[in-house]
């Protein structure tokens, strides 16, 4: 999938255009009819196995209805204004903290989740905390970190550190997620500041730090990061974890640094249901059916992220090498301790917005 999520310049001002131009429009879950026996899920593109879907409409009879966005940015605006009517959505860590605090979610009621309650892991539901306290609102359903992918015919020695991408033996071979929050995370966990600092001195250093960068950089992008990487068209990149399998299979020259040494963003994606949702039980059946193994298995295997469900891995492991369990399935010191991005409030959205166009016109 395509994990570009973290506030991309482009992303973030369509998002402010879609309120104006879907006001008037209708959704799939406005145009279709339907009883207790629907449910209608907006998450993003091709994050669920259809087959999943399949499975689970024949078991329960219940028919899904699916609507799918692009960021987190053009899919708040229509649930905040009431165009949609949907039961189900799949938002990131701190998008779902915004939702909470704009009275946009209900609570989820754990006791039509006992899936959720034995296989979600107590890590994972513990990292959820710090943009969700007490899991009130969401189940964990994928998570990542941000990493650094290398060349290792083109780059010396190991990588692991975020420093290398300020070392202008590397000038035009370097490739940046085109995303405020992704930019502005790596200089400020170089000068040892939260990535969810709200520290306007701080930001501006981290600012002036990616404008002396800049003459280093190739391209600043989102896809096509990957396709350079696979290509050997760059010697390295700023990557999402659940693309590093794939790039590693596609090119056998390429490594991966999953948490560079002075820390990374763990991103979290997790399933929520608006506090207008009119299929509330079918929703909770929904949730607590990707929560079983199983199936968790299956959009695992289909979609190549991390899982926080404690009874994948030995479901899937037989058929993955060293290099992908270890990407797949890492040991709890790479995640443990490391940030998740968190909602900073509509002035610091507009700070960022500012400043990182600033450094893309500089």
């Given at each position: 999938m395509k994990k570009y999520r973290r506030f991309p310049l482009l992303m973030l001002l369509f998002g402010l255009l879609l309120v104006f131009s879907t006001a008037g429009c209708d959704s799939l879950a406005e145009d279709e009819e339907g009883g207790d026996d629907a449910l209608y899920i907006y998450s993003w593109g091709d994050y669920l196995d259809p087959e999943v879907i399949t499975q689970f409409e024949e078991e329960t009879g219940i028919h899904v209805v699916l609507d799918e966005f692009d960021t987190n940015e053009s899919m708040y605006p229509r649930v905040k204004e009431g165009a949609t009517n949907y039961d189900l959505i799949c938002p990131s860590d701190y998008m779902i903290q915004k939702m909470a605090e704009n009275d946009l979610l209900q609570p989820l009621d754990y006791d039509q989740l006992p899936n959720a309650k034995k296989y979600i892991g107590k890590d994972f539901l513990r990292q959820a905390e710090s943009y969700d306290p007490g899991?009130?609102?969401?189940?964990?359903?994928?998570?990542?970190?941000?990493?650094?992918?290398?060349?290792?015919?083109?780059?010396?020695?190991?990588?692991?550190?975020?420093?290398?991408?300020?070392?202008?033996?590397?000038?035009?071979?370097?490739?940046?997620?085109?995303?405020?929050?992704?930019?502005?995370?790596?200089?400020?966990?170089?000068?040892?500041?939260?990535?969810?600092?709200?520290?306007?001195?701080?930001?501006?250093?981290?600012?002036?730090?990616?404008?002396?960068?800049?003459?280093?950089?190739?391209?600043?992008?989102v896809d096509d990061i990957r396709d350079k990487l696979a290509s050997g068209e760059a010697a390295l990149g700023v990557i999402y974890s659940g693309e590093a399998i794939n790039l590693l299979k596609a090119n056998p020259d390429l490594a991966f640094c999953p948490a560079p040494k002075e820390g990374t963003n763990l991103w979290m994606d997790g399933w929520v249901i608006p506090k207008q949702a009119k299929h509330v039980e079918n929703a909770h059946k929904f949730i607590d059916f990707l929560c079983r193994p199983d199936i968790a298995a299956k959009n695992f295997e289909s979609l190549g992220y991390s899982t926080p469900n404690t009874g994948v891995r030995e479901l899937v492991e037989d058929d993955m090498d060293e290099d992908e369990i270890e990407i797949a399935f890492p040991e709890p010191s790479v995640y443990q301790g490391q940030e998740t991005y968190q909602y900073l409030g509509e002035a610091l959205d507009k700070l960022y917005t500012k400043l990182w166009l600033q450094v893309k016109v500089e």
């Amino acid at each position: 999938m395509k994990k570009y999520r973290r506030f991309p310049l482009l992303m973030l001002l369509f998002g402010l255009l879609l309120v104006f131009s879907t006001a008037g429009c209708d959704s799939l879950a406005e145009d279709e009819e339907g009883g207790d026996d629907a449910l209608y899920i907006y998450s993003w593109g091709d994050y669920l196995d259809p087959e999943v879907i399949t499975q689970f409409e024949e078991e329960t009879g219940i028919h899904v209805v699916l609507d799918e966005f692009d960021t987190n940015e053009s899919m708040y605006p229509r649930v905040k204004e009431g165009a949609t009517n949907y039961d189900l959505i799949c938002p990131s860590d701190y998008m779902i903290q915004k939702m909470a605090e704009n009275d946009l979610l209900q609570p989820l009621d754990y006791d039509q989740l006992p899936n959720a309650k034995k296989y979600i892991g107590k890590d994972f539901l513990r990292q959820a905390e710090s943009y969700d306290p007490g899991n009130r609102y969401s189940i964990p359903y994928c998570w990542g970190t941000v990493g650094l992918m290398y060349n290792k015919k083109l780059v010396a020695g190991d990588v692991d550190s975020w420093s290398v991408l300020f070392d202008p033996r590397y000038k035009d071979e370097i490739l940046m997620q085109d995303s405020a929050r992704d930019a502005f995370m790596i200089p400020l966990r170089l000068m040892g500041d939260s990535m969810n600092t709200k520290n306007v001195q701080e930001l501006e250093q981290a600012r002036d730090m990616l404008i002396a960068q800049k003459p280093l950089v190739q391209a600043y992008g989102v896809d096509d990061i990957r396709d350079k990487l696979a290509s050997g068209e760059a010697a390295l990149g700023v990557i999402y974890s659940g693309e590093a399998i794939n790039l590693l299979k596609a090119n056998p020259d390429l490594a991966f640094c999953p948490a560079p040494k002075e820390g990374t963003n763990l991103w979290m994606d997790g399933w929520v249901i608006p506090k207008q949702a009119k299929h509330v039980e079918n929703a909770h059946k929904f949730i607590d059916f990707l929560c079983r193994p199983d199936i968790a298995a299956k959009n695992f295997e289909s979609l190549g992220y991390s899982t926080p469900n404690t009874g994948v891995r030995e479901l899937v492991e037989d058929d993955m090498d060293e290099d992908e369990i270890e990407i797949a399935f890492p040991e709890p010191s790479v995640y443990q301790g490391q940030e998740t991005y968190q909602y900073l409030g509509e002035a610091l959205d507009k700070l960022y917005t500012k400043l990182w166009l600033q450094v893309k016109v500089e």
